[in-house]
């Protein structure tokens, strides 16, 4: 897609994702079906930053890590210091960010599975530590509770409270359509250009002057700060914290959503994260068929498509037009990818 | 402290590690052939433990018997995975892990709906202790250390002695160059697969009689599993058993001094500690 | 003198790859790398480009240091290579992939970045403008839309030196450029590499095919088991019975 209409792309899809945003509460009142929209937007958020450091090649496994610390920062600063939730919201995911800094540059310093296995060793040894240590603080095995949600808003007219859902949903709107925003501009900026290229070859990168792990690790930092935001808000809409919301499970589902939907492109997430929110409410009642289905789901498109959901309009057009978009004409599925 | 406390524990802990072990070659093999990281190992650990629970517990089949059944089976559901998913695969780990997830959950799930969701209990197989000054150990666990040693050892002579075994190491050098000097890629990979999950499930017939059997029971081995090559190296043999003894024995000694919880973080740290000063594991290839 | 390898030597474990190879390169000109089969050329490629740390010895671009530096610090300061095997950015398009090498030293600015403010612009146009003008250099203008992995092999490589040329390196270092290229693509390739010489470029190329290694190339280098035998003009290079005697004998083991 020639860069000049690359930016429009993005904001296209940034106004649809928008215009569905604020569409939900105009369409629904029900409690249940806002919590829904809320999760989802919290999953998004976090699909979408795991999304932008696995375009660099790095597979984290810790990115729910990151969250969990955001949180437990977020809760303690509200709970034990006194701080405002509008004052931790920005303070909790830096704080993520900046933890992020010395586990990125370890991990950096190995490749390939290697990367995983390292990354999922600091999702268990951080998730051990919610459980087990500084039980005082973190609330050891029955976790950490009482934490109260965002604070009144004074705002003209009154105070705006949090604790409904659709003041919680929107709240999660914004956070997610602030967060989208910047990293919808990054993608279609020279960063995401760069980040794609060392994907797709770490050493030719290099060779033609990126500095590849100043990049990786910004990736890794970035999305830890926005997997912080996710956080704050989890702490402060569910109220309780547990080391198992931020241990394999929940971590191995955003890493499936995220792939299924391709890692390749911006969009990948939604596409993913949207296709197994449908299936989760469609498969509700039935548990164990439910697990069942995403893993059949998984394997058949992790084989048929291996670039994820997001690349099949591009691989539809690439067979009926055999590659002869022009420079300026690319039909929309070739353009898709960054 | 007195000196038979100790081996005791280190006892313990090997005991359990030399299970472990198996589990670890197992992924290792099939790492070190295809290059795949199969995250669903572990339901082939549980498969194993299944098998024993239906043959031996339920079927009333001599244990003997039963073990070898259950690798038999398990390795053949190994060599079906291989050909029906992961020979697409091959080489792209990415995408294999996430397909490997999904397979785990197919099993996990399936396994819930046919077994249900409660541990089911196996008797055991051999009774007694055997006393040796002051350390005590059970015939149950000695049986299952020396079953453990054996498929160890066999799968030592049969990569290095058998043709196919040969092959196998060939593969895992170089794929390509060993396609070039004649060795089926296709046949050494399913049989490489099947091997794997073979020993997977070893271990988990092994362990039934001892823990209980329950369709999640492979969380936890695969976890050891991948502390064990990480720190004995990714795809080395002897690395496994390096990595296996030596976790074996932090472990083993950690519960003398600390909480459960406290031992669990020991392997991730030294996962932490090998991966930052010598990223390749002990005994792994460069 | 634009490039200067001083008693360069590289061992992997129990192999010399590479033993006290002394080098220069003087700008603008065409200096060929040759030698048979396991000569170590490659390796030299990878010592001065950073890809592989020097063992022993030491490297100087411009008259700086450049043994210790990282490849992506050595690009930024004016060197750039292609690989044996063509690599490119395959799933990006034609455009994309220069677009990538244009970026160089393009690494502050991240909240420019966000802002878009006008000097983000201003610098995003230049880079479009230097990757249009780069593919136009290679003929590859028409492309500019086309999968980087859908392309001929011929294009591919044409594609590899306009990412080479967008790094704006003064030092192109090309590796067997034309290698399984026709009769008639070789010709042109060859005129092309030529007119990068009158625009002030210096090469240093690595290549089998010796009719165009001599009529190609200003000063030739050559390096048999790791070490430097000869080096000087084509002509004299031709003549040096050193060099006949290291092919020859190259081919004696081979039959």
Not at chain 1, 45 to 54: D, E, F, P, S
Not at chain 1, 127 to 134: C, K, P
Request: hydrophobic share 55%; net charge positive.
């Amino acid at each position: 897609m020639p860069p000049e209409l690359r930016r429009v792309h993005g904001w296209i899809g940034f106004g649809l994702l928008l215009a569905a945003g604020v569409a939900v509460p105009l369409l629904t009142n029900d409690s249940y079906h806002l919590d829904v929209a809320t999760v989802t937007l919290r999953s998004l958020l976090l699909t979408m930053g795991l999304r932008y450091v696995m375009s660099t090649g790095q597979l984290n496994m810790a990115h729910v890590s990151f969250m969990g610390i955001a949180a437990y920062a977020s809760a303690l600063l509200v709970t034990r210091a006194g701080w405002s939730f509008w004052a931790a919201l920005p303070v909790a995911p830096l704080l993520a960010a900046l933890a992020a800094v010395p586990v990125g540059r370890v991990a950096l310093r190995v490749s390939g599975p290697y990367y995983f296995l390292i990354s999922f060793a600091f999702l268990e040894v951080l998730r051990l530590v919610f459980n087990n240590f500084f039980v005082d603080y973190l609330g050891g095995p029955s976790g950490l509770v009482e934490i109260p949600p965002p604070h009144p808003l004074p705002l003209t007219g009154g105070a705006v409270t949090f604790t409904s859902k659709l003041a919680q949903y929107w709240l999660m709107l914004v956070l997610f359509l602030a967060s989208a925003a910047v990293l919808i501009r990054l993608e279609f900026s020279r960063f995401g250009l760069v980040n794609g290229a060392i994907r797709q070859g770490e050493l030719l990168a290099e060779t033609l002057g990126v500095n590849v792990a100043r990049y990786k690790l910004g990736a890794f930092v970035l999305a830890a700060f926005f997997a912080g935001v996710a956080g704050v808000f989890f702490a402060h809409s569910q109220r309780v914290l547990h080391s198992s919301d931020f241990g394999l499970e929940p971590m191995v589902l955003l890493v499936a959503f995220t792939v299924m939907g391709g890692v390749g492109s911006v969009w990948g997430p939604v596409v993913g994260t949207l296709v197994l929110a449908v299936a989760s409410e469609l498969l509700r009642e039935l548990h164990h068929y439910e697990i069942l289905v995403y893993g059949l789901v998984l394997m058949v498109v992790m084989l048929f498509f291996p670039d994820g959901l997001v690349a099949l309009p591009g691989r539809v057009a690439r067979r009926f037009g055999r590659g002869r978009a022009k420079d300026g004409a690319s039909t929309l599925g070739a353009g898709l990818a960054p | 402290m007195p000196i038979e406390l100790l081996i005791q524990a280190l006892l313990n802990g090997f005991g359990l590690a030399v299970v472990y072990v198996l589990v670890a070659l197992g992924l290792t093999l099939i790492f070190s052939i295809l290059e795949v990281i199969n995250f669903a190992h572990g339901e082939f650990y549980m498969l194993g433990g299944f098998a024993a629970y239906y043959l031996f517990a339920v079927g009333g089949l001599n244990y003997f018997a039963t073990l070898v059944l259950a690798v038999l089976l398990v390795g053949l559901a190994g060599v079906l995975a291989e050909r029906l998913v992961f020979r697409h695969l091959r080489g792209k780990t990415l995408n294999a892990f996430i397909v490997s997830l999904g397979l785990l959950w197919v099993l996990q799930a399936t396994a819930q709906l046919s077994f249900g969701v409660l541990d089911k209990s196996v008797p055991s197989a051999v009774s007694g202790i055997v006393r040796v000054g002051g350390v005590i150990v059970s015939r149950e666990r000695l049986f299952v250390i020396l079953t453990a040693v054996a498929l160890i050892s066999g799968l030592y002579l049969f990569l290095k002695f058998t043709r196919t075994g040969q092959a196998m190491r060939a593969m895992a050098q170089d794929a390509d160059a060993a396609a070039l000097q004649g060795v089926n890629i296709e046949l050494v990979s399913a049989l490489g697969f099947g091997i794997g999950c073979a020993l997977a499930g070893a271990a988990g017939a092994l362990l039934a009689p001892i823990f209980a059997v329950s369709p999640t029971m492979g969380a936890l081995p695969v976890v050891k599993a991948f502390i064990i090559i990480i720190v004995g190296g990714m795809g080395s043999l002897p690395g496994a058993v390096l990595g296996g003894l030596l976790l074996g024995a932090v472990e083993g000694v950690g519960t003398l001094f600390m909480s459960s919880a406290a031992v669990n973080i020991l392997g991730f740290l030294m996962v932490i500690a090998i991966l930052l000063l010598r990223p390749r594991g002990l005994l792994g290839a460069a | 003198m634009l490039l200067e390898l001083r008693d360069v030597g590289k061992r992997f474990g129990g192999l010399q790859a590479v033993a006290a190879v002394s080098m220069t390169v003087t700008a603008g000109t065409i200096h060929g790398l040759i030698g048979p089969n396991g000569a170590g050329k490659s390796t030299v490629f990878n010592l001065i480009t950073g890809v592989l740390p020097l063992t022993s010895g030491e490297i100087r671009f411009k008259g700086e240091r450049i043994s210790t530096l990282r490849p992506s610090e050595i690009c930024r300061r004016g060197i750039a290579r292609t690989f044996q095997a063509t690599t490119l950015f395959r799933e990006f398009t034609v455009l994309d992939n220069v677009m990538a090498a244009s970026h160089l030293g393009a690494e502050r600015g991240f909240v420019r970045t966000l802002l878009a403010t006008t000097a983000y612009r201003v610098r995003e146009a230049a880079a479009l403008a230097r990757a249009r003008d780069v593919l136009g250099a290679v003929r590859l203008l028409d492309a500019a839309g086309l999968r980087a992995g859908a392309l001929p092999h011929r294009d591919q490589r044409a594609l590899s030196l306009a990412m080479v040329l967008a790094t704006g390196a003064d030092l192109v270092i090309l590796d067997e450029p034309l290698a399984g290229l026709t009769t008639q693509e070789s010709e042109d390739a060859m005129t092309a590499l030529r007119a990068l010489r009158a625009g002030g470029k210096t090469i240093l190329l690595v290549e089998h095919d010796m009719r165009a290694v001599m009529g190609l190339c200003d000063v030739i280098t050559v390096l048999d088991h790791g070490v430097r035998i000869a080096e000087g003009m084509p002509r004299d290079i031709q003549a040096n019975p050193a060099v006949i005697e290291a092919y020859l004998g190259a081919e004696d083991t081979r039959a």
